[in-house]
């Protein structure tokens, strides 16, 4: 039986490669700090394991004779990628987690970069530029990580996600609706009309793809989005169905930066949409769920985490909450 490791393998992205990937007859080892299994994975056979990816002592532990493929979850920078090159001999083929922030415009700008928001093709195909390689941002760090895989001695596929969604999330971008719903919210302020595309990426056509891509390896960069990406106001009305919650968005033609209180994870001023072409040609990649179908899981899994307690007090989307910036901004319309 082919043997798949996964670094940060009980992270969203992991729990959701480990299902699809055990499901298809590999075993599994899901690496992790904890070395503790999310519900379910256990019974579908998937082995836990207990390493830092910070110490190569233990990774090469848990690898032991070695394995078929390793996929890492949490890979940024240049010294993860150097150290995963360094595992040639006993891994016989890489899938890494990167992200479409690499993309940058014919100026050489990207999504986190100094200035205007980059002009990007809209699909971007995997053969636009990229950020500059280096420390200074994330997007540099990524495309930083991507140039020392794809240079190094093992097949690497690189996969450049978007705006993940799905259970187990650090940093869900759909709290800004549900905690709204949840507090009985209606009137929600949607900056750029509410015409923002962000491209979206279900954690499960990501573990469609990396499933895929594990069974046939390659040194490729390839994208991984949503069918029919959603608009912000489209998200807003797929979440109030699954919550069976009835928004009453007011839609503004201005961003966050122009009047407080419009911000949201999906606003930016232009549209960041991937083309899933080469995924489809190259894997035969086919999505396994759209957006409304994917988003009440996500829903599901973050009323019980607010209902449990839990807060995102202190991250980006805690800003994003602010009722009493929000609620000036309506009164400004009536």
């Not at 890494?96 to 002009?119: K, N, T």
Request: proline share 7%; with cysteine.
């Amino acid at each position: 039986m082919a043997r798949a490791v996964l670094i940060g393998g009980t992270g969203q992205i992991g729990r959701a490669a480990a299902r699809a990937l055990a499901a298809d007859g590999w075993d599994v080892v899901a690496v992790s700090r904890s070395g503790t299994l999310p519900d379910g994975l256990a019974e579908l056979g998937v082995e836990a394991a207990v390493a830092d990816r910070a110490d190569d002592a233990q990774l090469r532990a848990v690898l032991g004779d070695g394995a078929d493929v390793v996929l890492d979850t949490v890979a940024f920078n240049r010294e993860h990628g150097e150290q995963l090159n360094g595992l040639a001999g006993l891994v016989g083929s890489l899938v890494v987690i990167s992200s479409a922030s690499v993309y940058a415009d014919d100026e050489g700008r990207a999504l986190d970069g100094e200035g205007e928001m980059p002009q990007l093709p809209v699909p971007i195909p995997e053969t636009q530029r990229t950020a500059e390689p280096g420390d200074a941002t994330y997007s540099t760090q990524k495309a930083e990580l991507e140039q020392t895989l794809l240079e190094g001695p093992l097949p690497s596929t690189l996969v450049r996600a978007c705006a993940i969604h799905g259970p187990g999330a650090k940093l869900p971008r759909e709290l800004f609706f549900v905690k709204r719903a949840v507090d009985g919210r209606r009137r929600v302020a949607l900056a750029l009309n509410g015409e923002s595309r962000f491209h979206t990426t279900s954690v499960a056509n990501l573990a469609e793809l990396i499933r895929l891509a594990a069974a046939q390896p390659g040194n490729r960069p390839l994208n991984a989005g949503d069918p029919e990406p959603p608009t912000t106001l489209e998200i807003c009305r797929a979440i109030g169905d699954a919550l069976d919650h009835e928004f009453e968005p007011v839609l503004f033609p201005e961003d966050s930066e122009e009047r407080p209180g419009l911000d949201n994870p999906w606003a930016v001023p232009r549209p960041l949409v991937v083309s899933m072409a080469a995924a489809e040609e190259q894997l035969g990649y086919r999505p396994v769920t759209t957006y409304p179908e994917a988003v009440p899981e996500t829903c599901a899994w973050l009323v019980a985490e607010l209902e449990g307690g839990r807060s995102w007090d202190g991250t980006y989307l805690e800003g994003m909450l602010d009722y009493a910036a929000e609620d000036e901004a309506l009164a400004s319309r009536g």
